[in-house]
């Protein structure tokens, strides 16, 4: 399951990405833009999904996402995959940094502006696949 | 060709008295603005500026920051590195009118000191606060936003003595919102038109800008200017006599050439159609507003081409990226040198209309203003009670179609691809009505590929600027 959280409007990578996924073979639910943070858990719920791949690309991720994780375990999906990506924090920081804080928040990954969707579905792969 | 322009019978003073009940709107009474106005220098009005304007396009930067004192320091260094305009960008909470969210946000980057807005937060600020950001600065002030429903937000930008105003039903609603209903939007936008109009006197008048880059990705050129047509109709039939219609850099000299012509040409002709001459209009080009080269090198090059395309089209202003824009929110330096980029190489220039004549680009514009008679043709007969009427039907019968729209109304059936030359063509024109010929044309300058519709293509497309020159 992907989507775009926050007031972020940004549809464009949020629509490439649904389509790399689809053509990579996954059964891809797309929430679209504008999602607050409780839709993600609801549609994980009724769409039974194995991750969710949240986007961020306005810089303010970070005050809506930093209790997802919780919120998860607290349904009973301390099973799903978390993942976030996009533009993470406002301003110039050190991608290191920028990550770690957002593993912190309990997600399995976090890519502060990823150069190729490669990453994600070879991660995906690692993760839901075991393959290496 | 028919269409009912609207006349407002309600009372306007009495419906901007009711929105103005709002607790952060009601610190000033509702002259406030006027007053306000009529006290500041001329040269602070844009209107008043493009009169004045010599040989070069005016330059305006980009930027909005959360707190007062960075917005302040930019604005000086802004003006210092010789903007013409200023830019107030708002942030994202206040663009979706979560005012209560940006006010709380504000406070807390105003204790911890780390910046979580990534705009000015007009509402949260209010008009005293943000009157004191432009003391001692003389030079016009430009809202750029992205919001729908901008009522109280441009009550609050003309009680602050901003008078330049972005935005438009369509522009504004498409490529910024997800569910907000078209309809509304337009009727917001009709009452922001109509506010403009009314606080407008003839030594001082507002300024309207609409925002022709619409998505910025894979837009045809003529579905930009019916855009740009449709809401120049639509303030005009407000009563806003100074307007300025845009378009973003498409990646092809040929077709940006060919859409300035072609936006020129289409303002006055649907103008003297209906009547409406007391508008003066204005044209302005945004530099390349796709995803921008990380390298240095190609980021300055990339603005550099932006600005000498504006030179060529004779854009009255340009709106300016910075080599950082790959990077998040340009600092006030890279703001700075990229005035300074653009400047030179438009200086450079100079020399009239040099290659706007040329065939290619004539064929080009030809184009271009066939769709548009075709497509505004069957807007207007989209019935309804009044043009705003018609346009919302358009949308909702996907007649107006905008690639990449994240808005649930449009019909996201286009399909547009970039031809050998970079230019953007129309390979599947989904619900949007053209003419035979033109479809004709488009395909032919596709030469078989129409039907590739792989990711490779599609970010190939999307990403030009990036993967040009060893990027990919």
């Known amino acids: ?132 | 060709m028919s269409v009912k322009l609207n006349e407002m019978v309600e009372d306007f003073s009495a419906k901007r008295a009711l929105l103005r009940i709002h607790p952060l709107v009601r610190e000033l009474p509702e002259d406030a603005s006027a007053l306000w106005l009529v006290k500041m220098p001329v040269e602070c009005f844009a209107a008043v500026a493009y009169e004045r304007r010599k040989h070069c396009p005016f330059l305006q930067p980009r930027g909005g920051f959360g707190l007062w004192d960075q917005q302040r320091e930019l604005s000086l260094a802004l003006a210092k590195a010789g903007a013409d305009f200023l830019p107030l960008t708002i942030d994202s909470h206040t663009r979706h009118n979560d005012y209560d969210r940006a006010l709380m946000l504000l406070r807390q980057s105003e204790e911890t000191g780390e910046n979580l807005l990534n705009g000015y937060p007009l509402l949260a600020h209010g008009a005293t606060v943000t009157r004191s950001l432009y003391e001692g600065i003389n030079i016009p002030v430009s809202l750029r936003h992205g919001t729908p429903d901008a009522r109280l937000l441009v009550e609050v930008a003309l009680d602050s003595g901003i008078t330049e105003i972005e935005g438009g039903g369509l522009c504004y609603c498409l490529p910024y919102s997800r569910a907000y209903p078209v309809d509304r939007a337009l009727l917001n936008w009709q009452y922001v038109d109509r506010l403009c109009a009314v606080l407008s006197t003839p030594e001082r008048p507002i300024h309207r800008e609409s925002f022709g880059p619409l998505t910025a990705t894979m837009v045809p050129p003529f579905m930009v200017v019916a855009v740009e047509i449709l809401e120049l109709l639509l303030a005009a039939e407000q009563g806003v006599s100074s307007y300025a219609i845009s378009f973003a850099q498409t990646g092809s000299l040929t077709q940006d050439l060919a859409t300035a012509r072609a936006l020129r040409f289409c303002a006055s002709h649907y103008l003297e159609c209906y009547d409406l001459k007391n508008i003066s209009v204005r044209l302005v080009f945004h530099q390349w507003m796709g995803a921008f080269p990380h390298e240095r090198v190609h980021a300055d090059a990339l603005i550099v081409q932006g600005a000498v395309t504006a030179a060529l089209a004779q854009a009255d202003k340009v709106v300016v990226k910075t080599r950082t824009e790959a990077l998040g929110i340009p600092d006030p330096q890279s703001n700075a040198d990229a005035v300074g980029m653009s400047r030179y190489a438009m200086e450079l220039c100079q020399g009239g209309d040099i290659i706007g004549n040329g065939s290619e680009i004539a064929e080009e514009a030809e184009s271009i203003i066939s769709a548009v008679d075709h497509l505004l043709g069957i807007v207007f007969e989209c019935g309804g009670t009044a043009l705003w009427d018609s346009v919302a039907r358009a949308v909702r019968s996907g007649l107006i179609d905008i690639p990449f729209s994240p808005h649930q109304e449009n019909a996201n059936r286009m399909w547009t691809l970039r031809d050998a030359d970079r230019s953007i063509r129309i390979a599947d024109p989904g619900f949007v009505p053209l003419p035979q010929t033109f479809l004709n044309r488009e395909r032919a300058k596709l030469a078989g590929r129409c039907s590739d519709k792989s990711l490779d293509r599609m970010l190939d497309d999307i990403m030009l600027m990036v993967r040009q020159g060893g990027g990919k």
């Open chain 1, 1 to 132: 399951m992907i989507g775009v959280v926050g007031n972020d409007i940004h549809i464009v990578a949020n629509r490439v990405l649904a389509r790399g996924l689809r053509l990579a073979g996954y059964d891809v639910c797309n929430l679209g833009v504008n999602n607050p943070p409780d839709d993600f858990l609801n549609a994980a719920i009724e769409f039974e999904a194995d991750a969710v791949v949240i986007s961020s690309i306005n810089g303010e991720g970070e005050g809506w996402v930093k209790g997802i994780s919780a919120a998860f375990i607290k349904s009973g999906l301390s099973g799903v995959r978390l993942y976030i990506g996009g533009n993470l924090t406002v301003g110039d920081r050190p991608r290191d940094e920028v990550e770690a804080r957002y593993l912190g928040f309990g997600f399995d990954r976090a890519y502060h502006r990823p150069i190729s969707m490669d990453i994600l579905l070879n991660d995906l792969a690692i993760d839901l696949y075991h393959v290496c």
